[in-house]
């Protein structure tokens, strides 16, 4: 399966923004995907991810409350709302995704990755 991210952008703080992961090549109903973000000489961290039924979800302990991850497998795309945007969420913004297995945190289990898109978020 390959991925495509977008929707990155430059928000001010307390603002919104949607990220979508578009995927190609596969049946993408059969995938658990997962959002990760990194900043410049920083770890990538985990964000949110779905399972591939749809069923369950999971959300980093910084994000809860404010990001929504949801999918839509009609369009093979799984979105991230992001609402009340924080300048510690600026960060390049990757999709990943597993064939199947429940909602993962740890990269090494993300078989499949998009390009990342920025997100800036103003103070």
């Known amino acids: 399966v390959q991925l495509q991210a977008s929707g990155g952008g430059l928000v001010q703080a307390g603002g919104s923004l949607r990220l979508s992961c578009a995927a190609s090549?596969?049946?993408?109903?059969?995938?658990?995907v997962a959002w990760f973000r990194q900043t410049p000489g920083v770890a990538r961290e985990f964000v949110a991810s779905?399972?591939?039924?749809?069923?369950?979800?999971y959300y980093a302990d910084s994000v809860k409350g404010r990001f929504t991850i949801s999918r839509d497998n009609a369009k093979n795309t799984v979105y991230l709302q992001m609402n009340s945007l924080k300048p510690e969420d600026t960060a390049v913004y990757y999709c990943?995704?597993?064939?199947?297995?429940?909602?993962?945190?740890?990269?090494?289990?993300?078989?499949?990755w998009g390009q990342g898109t920025q997100v800036t978020v103003s103070s």
């Open positions: 090549g596969s049946t993408f109903s059969s995938y658990t």
């Open positions: 779905i399972a591939w039924s749809g069923g369950s979800t």
């Open positions: 990943a995704a597993r064939h199947y297995g429940p909602t993962y945190i740890s990269e090494p289990l993300y078989d499949y």
